[in-house]
């Protein structure tokens, strides 16, 4: 017999297992579109759109395998959905205990380097006009 607090931890990794798939799914579902208000608290404040803008539409968009239209949402889209399936992989083979997690100079400078991209293509798209609808 499997103690209860062992069957929980098990249900509680599945559970975490699922989240990336619940969430390509609801995307997928949702739709957001230009027609759908934004999300984003930076914008809802300045009226301008920050440097993630378009991120939670270009995913819907990649997840209903529209990729074009993920890319004219957000350029870096590929980038930052590889970063997070990455990561996650990363996160649920040390829970399993299949690695052992040390802080590593090379995730510094992955999240270093997307956010200066994030910062850069930000600027390009102001100054071109062409930041999504918010």
């Not at 989240?19 to 300045?46: M, R």
């Amino acid at each position: 017999m499997i103690p209860a607090t062992a069957a929980r931890s098990h249900v509680g990794s599945l559970s975490l297992l699922a989240v990336p798939f619940i969430a390509a799914v609801a995307l997928a579902a949702i739709n957001p579109s230009d027609a759908t208000p934004t999300i984003c608290g930076f914008a809802n404040c300045t009226g301008v759109a920050c440097p993630g803008c378009g991120m939670t539409r270009a995913a819907g968009q990649l997840f209903r395998g529209n990729l074009s239209e993920a890319l004219r949402y957000h350029p870096l889209i590929l980038l930052v959905v590889a970063e997070v399936l990455g990561a996650w992989t990363i996160w649920m083979a040390h829970r399993a205990g299949w690695i052992t997690w040390r802080r590593r100079r090379w995730v510094d400078v992955v999240v270093g380097g997307t956010a200066v991209l994030l910062l850069v293509v930000w600027a390009v798209r102001l100054a071109t006009g062409t930041t999504p609808p918010i």
